[in-house]
């Protein structure tokens, strides 16, 4: 079994991280903090943006398509092979939908579950064995405050897909433990990014009584949080499930 430092600075010098989706809103303020708290970078997502990566120094991309195992079992390989480790583990993939129950359509329920659930079991299964013959890492998935409390605005097939990313990092964790592998899940409340915008009829969402702290979230806010849990600071945290939502859930 690998001895588990004690918690110590949120600094990340020397350590290689990849981010998944990590072009979408929640995903660029996430790579930006890792890349200032001293980590090299690998942004992956299915677009690039020539514009904001020139504009932020230490972050690499990758095209990649979470939904193929095969892709990203590539994309991880290239990553090794350029750095010469994977330290970090961020799973921001993902993708969201608010068609009620009775309407919703195969294809859509499908499509929920490629992304947001298999786009994390994908990366897992490559990357989870690799920290383990390394001796240790941390993995960070997204969830979502809907799986807590049975969804925002968002509909059911969202709901369960992150329900199921919230038991798979627990497994993760439990499993991973003895090996020095960290595995923790984010539950954002609702935080202002264009995917939020597309199932919210608040444009641009304003705040309201049901959040407690005045305001919806903003990218930073759960960026930080994803810091905390990369870093050293969180060295005798693993399997939980972190709330950042303003006080929507006091859990």
């Not at 383990?132 to 925002?152: D, E, F, R, T």
């Not at 923790?184 to 409340?189: C, D």
């Not at 969402?205 to 905390?228: C, K, M, T, Y």
Request: charged fraction near 15%; include cysteine.
């Amino acid at each position: 079994m690998v001895m588990i430092p004690i918690s110590a600075e949120a600094r990340l010098d020397g350590q290689v991280a990849m981010v998944t989706g990590g072009l979408g809103g929640i995903g660029r303020a996430v790579c930006a903090a890792l890349v200032r708290a001293g980590a090299r970078v690998v942004a992956t997502d299915l677009q690039e943006d020539p514009a904001w990566l020139a504009a932020t120094p230490g972050v690499g991309f990758r095209r990649h398509d979470v939904t193929s195992r095969g892709e990203t079992e590539a994309v991880i390989d290239a990553v090794v092979a350029e750095h010469g480790r994977l330290d970090i583990l961020v799973l921001c993939a993902g993708a969201i939908a608010r068609t009620p129950l009775g309407e919703s359509e195969d294809a859509e329920w499908q499509a929920m579950l490629d992304v947001n659930l298999m786009g994390v079991v994908n990366p897992l299964r490559k990357a989870y064995p690799m920290m383990v013959q390394a001796g240790g890492g941390k993995i960070v998935a997204l969830g979502s405050i809907a799986a807590k409390i049975g969804g925002v605005a968002s509909g059911p097939a969202y709901v369960a897909a992150k329900s199921a990313v919230h038991g798979l990092m627990k497994w993760v964790a439990k499993s991973g433990a003895q090996h020095g592998v960290h595995a923790n899940t984010i539950a954002p409340g609702p935080v202002e990014t264009p995917m939020w915008q597309t199932v919210t009829d608040r444009a641009p969402p304003s705040a309201n009584g049901s959040v407690p702290l005045g305001r919806f979230g903003q990218p930073e806010d759960i960026a930080q949080a994803i810091l905390f849990l990369c870093s050293p600071a969180s060295n005798w945290i693993t399997g939980t499930v972190l709330d950042v939502n303003g006080g929507m859930l006091m859990d």
